[in-house]
Nanobody, 128 residues
């Protein structure tokens, strides 16, 4: 069975940092588009950052570019999201996801419908 387990959320002050982790099992990590999405109360789910190891490509939304860094450790089948310079508007439930869409550019894989597998979500709250 395919499983994704997200962790690392918590309460942090504005300007602080958190690192989210997503441990995956049941599929070949390297072949999939992997991503972090978030959903804030009353808002639609949005793609935050995506990565595909097979061609070393990444994608960042404009709202997090320069502050967040996505990475993965294929040996551990784990994906990470390092979040620096956190802002109150980053408060949301963060989900990790995986989908097999071949070589399609990540910039075209920013909707949740492109992903087959989802983790359970981890809450990030940025507040003083």
């Amino acid at each position: 069975d395919v499983q994704l387990q997200a962790s690392g959320g918590g309460l942090v002050q504005p300007g602080g940092s958190l690192r989210l982790s997503c441990a995956a099992s049941g599929f070949t990590f390297d072949d999939y588009a992997l991503g972090w999405f978030r959903q804030a109360p009353g808002k639609e789910r949005e793609a935050v950052s995506l990565i595909r190891n097979s061609d070393s490509t990444t994608y960042y939304s404009d709202s997090v570019k320069g502050r967040f860094t996505i990475s993965s450790d294929n040996a551990k089948n784990t994906m990470y999201l390092q979040m620096n310079g956190l802002k109150p508007e980053d408060t949301a439930v963060y989900y990790c996801a995986a989908g097999d869409r071949g070589p399609m550019p990540l910039s075209l894989l920013t909707t949740g419908y492109d992903y087959d597998y989802w983790g359970q979500g981890t809450l990030v709250t940025v507040s003083s």
